[in-house]
């Protein structure tokens, strides 16, 4: 029965609106919204790894070497981080090294996934790995857009920082005209 619930509960987040169309572009008024469809991700991604933990899904080869990046609990600790980092980003939508965290954890996270989705596959567990592929393809879309919305929100603070390069040369010009005087 529980693994009937994570696998409904998985199907539904990776059906979730958490991607965005091609067409639609992130905002900081719509990123909020959209980390907060995000964030309902992370409960699946934690059920997921309890399932492996529980299942004692082999992390290490034949001779006793790590299969994956790291152990799962350093990958639990990585996703409690990444949805702290949300949660901040989502109070402060115009943060750059906020959001770059985000892109950048995002994308381990995803790695993760697909290194844990293969090495269910070599296992033969293919409903653990369809499930692991199923979020790190969400987890793909969400990096996507995030990266779309850090490129968007660097371009404005750069247009910004040179707007007041040229107001402060302006300003220096016309008090070096006013000591002349």
């Known amino acids: 029965m529980r693994n009937v619930l994570v696998t409904l509960a998985v199907a539904a987040c990776t059906l979730l609106p958490t991607g965005l ?6 905002t900081p008024e719509g990123l909020p ?5 995000y964030d309902q991700n992370f409960d699946p991604i934690e059920a997921l790894y309890t399932e492996l933990i529980e299942g ?7 001779q006793g070497q790590p299969l994956g990046r790291r152990p799962l609990e350093d990958r639990r600790q990585a996703l409690s981080d990444l949805r702290e980092a949300a949660r901040q980003l989502s109070r402060s939508p115009q943060d750059l090294v906020l ?3 985000l892109v950048l954890r995002t994308e381990s996270l995803a790695d993760d ?10 296992n033969d567990r293919e409903e653990q790995g369809r499930r692991l592929s199923d979020m790190q393809i969400t987890m793909d879309h969400n990096k996507e857009a995030l990266a779309n919305y850090l490129l968007d929100l660097a371009g404005k603070q750069h247009e910004r920082i040179q707007e007041l390069e040229k107001e402060n040369a302006e300003l220096q010009a016309k008090l070096k005209a006013a000591e002349k005087k």
């Open 21 to 26: 169309a091609a067409q639609e572009k992130l």
């Open 33 to 37: 919204e959209f980390l907060a469809a």
């Open 56 to 62: 004692q899904l082999p992390l290490r080869d034949d």
């Open 99 to 101: 959001t770059a965290k």
């Open 113 to 122: 996934l697909f290194d844990l989705s293969q090495i269910a596959y070599d």
